[in-house]
């Protein structure tokens, strides 16, 4: 993964649980405190800060991958701002445009390895959304993102784990259902 992700992770750590705890972090990883942004590191590094941030906290793997989902939303909103914006205004247009907000990204990552997403069975307030990774066990970390979507877009969103790979197919899905919120 590019160190971007990784950053992002320190950030959080930081931000709620303090410096503190990202030194017991790197201490248990020996990972370093910063990450350079465009370096690549193994997704194995990115794992293990997870599991060390969950060891340390007495949580569970699925909580912190979903608080980090929601985590990255406002992360990457603040710090790339453009780029966040041309995917879209409001909550259906972003998640249609995942795609090709990833493929502007591997314009300046070229190593990246982005999820796909496509939409099916589309109705009024709901989709089944299909998630097609590379990386195995970051499901949780999909909800995350969408909860963090449904806020940046001031829209009610929830997921249910349909069926995915741990049932044979080569994505997961998830039922997604969303409604914007009536004061905005």
């Given at each position: 993964?590019?160190?971007?992700v990784n950053?992002?992770?320190?950030?959080?750590?930081?931000?709620?649980?303090?410096?503190?705890?990202?030194?017991?972090?790197?201490?248990?990883?020996?990972?370093?405190?910063?990450?350079?942004?465009?370096?690549?590191?193994?997704?194995?590094?990115?794992?293990?800060?997870?599991?060390?941030?969950?060891?340390?906290?007495?949580?569970?793997?699925?909580?912190?991958?979903?608080?980090?989902?929601?985590?990255?939303?406002?992360?990457?909103?603040?710090?790339?701002?453009?780029?966040?914006?041309?995917?879209?205004?409001?909550?259906?247009?972003?998640?249609?445009?995942?795609?090709?907000?990833?493929?502007?990204?591997?314009?300046?990552?070229?190593?990246?390895?982005?999820?796909?997403?496509?939409?099916?069975?589309?109705?009024?307030?709901?989709?089944?959304?299909?998630?097609?990774?590379?990386?195995?066990?970051?499901?949780?970390?999909?909800?995350?993102?969408?909860?963090?979507?449904?806020?940046?877009?001031?829209?009610?969103?929830?997921?249910?784990?349909?069926?995915?790979?741990?049932?044979?197919?080569?994505?997961?899905?998830?039922?997604?259902?969303?409604?914007?919120h009536e004061?905005?």
């Open positions: 993964m590019y160190g971007l950053q992002a992770i320190r950030d959080m750590v930081v931000e709620r649980f303090g410096v503190e705890t990202w030194g017991d972090i790197c201490a248990l990883t020996g990972a370093d405190e910063l990450f350079l942004t465009m370096g690549q590191y193994p997704d194995e590094l990115t794992f293990s800060l997870i599991e060390s941030l969950c060891k340390l906290q007495g949580c569970e793997s699925d909580v912190v991958l979903q608080n980090f989902g929601e985590y990255w939303i406002d992360y990457v909103a603040k710090n790339y701002q453009e780029l966040f914006a041309m995917a879209g205004g409001d909550f259906v247009t972003f998640v249609k445009n995942l795609n090709s907000l990833h493929t502007r990204v591997a314009q300046m990552m070229p190593e990246l390895q982005a999820p796909g997403f496509s939409i099916s069975d589309a109705q009024e307030g709901r989709f089944v959304l299909h998630y097609y990774s590379q990386r195995d066990g970051m499901q949780p970390m999909i909800i995350g993102l969408f909860r963090g979507l449904g806020r940046r877009f001031a829209t009610a969103v929830s997921l249910t784990y349909l069926e995915g790979k741990t049932e044979g197919l080569d994505h997961d899905c998830f039922q997604v259902e969303y409604s914007r004061d905005d």
